[in-house]
């Protein structure tokens, strides 16, 4: 989602653990991990342990809860970003692609897993193996640094998670604390100005003890509770997020067809954020009790999630307009029933922080207390991850604006893991194999429509957060006008 995709966590802290591990370790250690991540919750994990796999419907559930988080909740300000009639078909292009780079992806993966006798294979793995076939005798060579180019960028995945995390937490309890006293029961009339409090930095910090205290949860299957009550939580709230914006739909002419184009890479950042889910595919595939019906769950689960974006994203861009906040949540009326949907997502942000942190949590401890004795190797497993969270808020009060930690982690990451890499992965892996002058061509393209979004996204995004300056203090401060 990614707003940070909540649901997402189980799945790509799968592939990241695939991905980071070398296959006689991953094997020892992986089985229980995924599947209890892929769950989301304890009651699932062992009969998924103990069966040969998932049903086609489950991974259709798990595939769309893995796409659908927070990230739904930014999508009405990428809109604004850009234009009412090119933010929809953008977003319907993005999701197109992504899809077609998931099946990509699946394609080149299957390749490999029939080339040497494996049941599976991993992002990671496939992008070395890809490295390995091309013709070039360099890229051979140093076919290894594909897989730690792809753990970088799910690491950093991860982490951006986290800081968008702390940013929503705090954007949302500063709303719900500045208009305490004047929330009624009524949700129909004009509400009163917010009464501002202090910043949202401080609020960001005021977090941070309850952060520190769940993320000294080691155990998976504690930890998959909490992935059930964030579920239940965001999906109660994404309902009535959805009804309100329904009920008055003021006229669509009053908005931009097309949005300034300097403001457009930000709605890539945001896009691609929220479709940014690639990591969840492989480890899905293995799970199914019949993988040859992936691809056609994969397109039925994408077109489901696609459909959903543009929907909400549009309707909530025309039910605000220009007021549009950097999370819907934020336009909400303070009424006690809306107020209880912000509630609600900070209790299931503050479950999903946990996991999303989980996974780089994993990977850096070990290898950490690997060079200590065991006496010293709680000690600095604790204080690994008090630094770990710690970086996080402190990323997070850097960049206290929603949307700009968005489009970052967006264009940072997303675009390289969705747009970038698989193309290339198909180009590497066929290439000797005499692959089609169309199919480079349109490989390159998305390639370079990644690589675009990459650099444009990122710079305008920092370009933005230079020019706030000093307005960041306040800009989270809202009135709401009914």
């Avoid at 914006?245 to 896009?271: C, H, M």
């Avoid at 900070?346 to 200590?372: D, K, M, N, R, W």
């Avoid at 930690?405 to 290339?424: D, E, N, R, T």
Wanted: proline share 5%; net charge neutral.
């Amino acid at each position: 989602m990614s707003m940070a995709k909540s649901a997402r966590d189980p799945q790509e802290a799968v592939d990241l653990n695939l991905d980071l591990r070398s296959p006689p370790e991953s094997a020892k250690k992986l089985p229980n991990t995924d599947s209890s991540f892929l769950d989301g919750s304890p009651s699932e994990s062992p009969s998924l342990e103990t069966t040969k796999g998932i049903t086609a419907f489950q991974t259709l559930v798990h595939l769309v809860k893995g796409n659908i988080g927070t990230g739904v909740l930014g999508l009405p300000l990428a809109m604004r970003n850009a234009g009412i009639l090119m933010g929809p078909l953008g977003l319907l292009a993005m999701g197109l692609i992504s899809c077609h780079c998931m099946h990509i992806l699946i394609r080149c993966a299957r390749r490999f897993c029939h080339r040497f006798n494996k049941p599976f294979m991993d992002y990671g793995d496939t992008v070395m193996h890809g490295l390995e076939a091309n013709p070039s005798a360099w890229l051979r060579n140093h076919a290894h640094w594909g897989r730690y180019i792809v753990s970088f960028f799910l690491i950093v995945t991860q982490m951006g998670f986290c800081c968008v995390y702390i940013v929503f937490l705090a954007d949302n309890l500063k709303q719900v604390v500045e208009a305490v006293n004047s929330t009624t029961n009524n949700c129909h009339y004009e509400t009163v100005i917010l009464t501002p409090t202090m910043d949202s930095r401080l609020y960001m910090l005021t977090f941070l003890p309850f952060l520190v205290l769940i993320v000294l949860i080691r155990n998976l299957r504690v930890l998959t509770v909490f992935s059930l009550l964030a579920n239940i939580t965001m999906l109660i709230s994404l309902i009535i997020i959805v009804q309100y914006i329904v009920q008055e739909i003021p006229d669509p002419r009053r908005l931009p067809l097309v949005a300034n184009w300097k403001t457009y890479s930000l709605f890539f950042g945001t896009a691609i954020f929220s479709f940014e889910s690639i990591g969840v595919v492989l480890p899905l595939e293995n799970k199914m009790k019949d993988a040859r019906r992936f691809p056609v769950i994969l397109s039925l689960g994408m077109s489901i999630i696609t459909a959903l974006y543009v929907s909400v994203g549009t309707l909530g861009y025309l039910r605000f307009g220009d007021d549009v906040k950097a999370s819907i949540t934020l336009n909400l009326p303070n009424c006690w029933l809306y107020q209880s949907v912000k509630i609600l997502y900070i209790i299931g942000i503050l479950c999903t922080y946990a996991l999303q942190f989980y996974v780089p949590a994993e990977i850096i401890v070990p290898l950490a207390t690997s060079h200590v004795s065991k006496r010293w190797a709680l000690p600095l497993d604790l204080f690994i991850r008090l630094a770990m969270v710690s970086l996080t808020c402190i990323l997070a009060i850097l960049i206290p604006r929603l949307d700009l930690v968005l489009s970052l982690v967006g264009s940072l990451s997303g675009s390289a893991l969705a747009l970038i890499i698989p193309p290339l992965l198909e180009i590497t892996t066929y290439y000797s194999e005499g692959l089609s002058p169309v199919t480079i061509v349109k490989d390159t393209l998305i390639s370079i429509l990644g690589f675009v979004g990459f650099v444009m996204g990122t710079y305008q995004a920092l370009d933005e957060l230079i020019q706030s300056g000093d307005s960041l203090t306040f800009s989270n401060s809202t009135v709401f006008i009914q």
